[in-house]
């Protein structure tokens, strides 16, 4: 955590290949890293953490990147658009309004207990606004309620 800094981890979930339903992949109940060398892969560009775990996953092997793009948002359209898989944790997949109508889809991946944390982050203040006070809360209390199956 940065200096002057404190988090709040929210939910915590497992990396998921997220994928069109309409992908051969989608007809697996899991899907293993080799899968992933054998496809247009979206990576999420360095500074996400799911960018570290891919090349710990592949252990070195080069997967054919198609496209490189910041944050879970963008990753979902690029996949929905047919333009490769990417991975993402699942609570950034599931429920989102792409996967409830069918157009993309995830799964988990094969032989990987990882969780990777969300965490809500805020500045060390004595005084905070009222607003972000609230926000806060507001997060905080609606977490549980989020967590993935």
């Known amino acids: 955590m940065p200096a002057g800094m404190e988090g ?4 915590r979930g497992r990396p998921v290949v997220c994928l069109r339903a309409d992908s051969p992949l989608a007809a697996l109940p899991m899907v293993g890293a080799e899968y992933l060398l054998g496809v247009p892969l979206i990576a999420m560009r360095a500074r996400y953490v ?6 710990r996953l592949l252990s070195g092997r080069v997967p054919v990147f198609s496209y490189s793009t910041d944050g879970a948002e963008m990753g979902r359209l690029t996949v929905a658009e047919g333009l490769g898989a990417t991975v993402l944790p699942d609570f950034s997949v599931a ?3 792409l996967e409830r109508a069918g157009t993309i889809t995830y799964r988990p991946i094969a032989d990987d207990t990882t969780r990777e944390p969300l965490m809500l982050q805020r500045r060390r203040a004595e005084s905070v606004r009222r607003a972000a006070r609230d926000l806060n809360t507001a997060f905080v209390r609606r977490a549980p309620e989020l967590t993935v199956a």
Do not use: A
């Not at 709040?8 to 939910?11: H, Q, S, V, W």
């Not at 799911?50 to 090349?55: C, E, L, M």
């Open 95 to 97: 429920g989102d309004p």
């Open 50 to 55: 799911t960018h570290r775990y891919v090349h």
């Open 8 to 11: 709040t981890e929210l939910l």
